[in-house]
């Protein structure tokens, strides 16, 4: 467990993440990192096969395209004009969980001097820090961001490999849990009935 010295509050929590980033880099410099908020559900055996090449600067996930920045000075996701004037943010990973390559963490803190920082974390450093980087974002199938009812087939395997149980209780996470492991490959007629009735 990394302890880091700042007071513990939501507006800190781009401060929280720079530190353990800091330290990966500094102590595992060739790792892939794969960032999990604690209410994340995942199959890790299906994590290895999708790592591609370290050398890229990749990041796998969710990602959130043409978001307005919330401008309300009271929100916890206030991101102020003189910080970011642009209308849209840039393509960012949803940040319960995506999926890092050692070059994009590297690329990433190079750049994190010269970001003004915001409070939307998965924004700040998958977005605006990644995209002065050079970071490329892969929609990546199967990480997603909100609890899955049913998962497309392909070749006859499953394609969910993570999703969050947001505000989850630990007894709904191991629920969620033993759902993600037993979840039934639907056909591709099945599946999209299923998206197109109930948002799945």
């Given at each position: 467990m990394l302890q880091v010295d700042v007071q513990e509050s939501y507006a800190n929590l781009v401060y929280k993440i720079l530190a353990a980033?800091?330290?990966i880099q500094e102590n595992h410099p060739e790792k892939f990192v794969l960032k999990m908020d604690s209410d994340v559900v995942a199959l890790l055996d299906k994590v290895e096969p999708i790592l591609g090449n370290p050398h890229n600067k990749t990041l796998q996930c969710y990602s959130h395209t043409k978001a307005v920045p919330d401008r309300e000075a009271s929100s916890p996701w206030y991101v102020p004009l003189s910080v970011y004037p642009e209308y849209y943010l840039p393509e960012y990973c949803s940040g319960p969980v995506y999926l890092m390559s050692p070059a994009a963490l590297s690329a990433i803190l190079q750049v994190a001097p010269e970001g003004k920082v915001f409070e939307v974390e998965d924004a700040f450093f998958t977005g605006l820090l990644a995209s002065k980087a050079g970071v490329r974002i892969e929609k990546r199938r199967g990480i997603w961001h909100r609890e899955k009812l049913s998962q497309p087939c392909v070749k006859n395997?499953?394609?969910v490999i993570a999703y969050p149980v947001h505000r989850a209780s630990p007894t709904r996470l191991a629920e969620?849990?033993?759902h993600l492991r037993?979840?039934?490959c639907r056909w591709p007629v099945e599946h999209?009935?299923?998206t197109f009735l109930f948002d799945d």
């Open positions: 980033y800091r330290w395997k499953g394609t969620a849990w033993d037993t979840l039934r999209f009935l299923l």
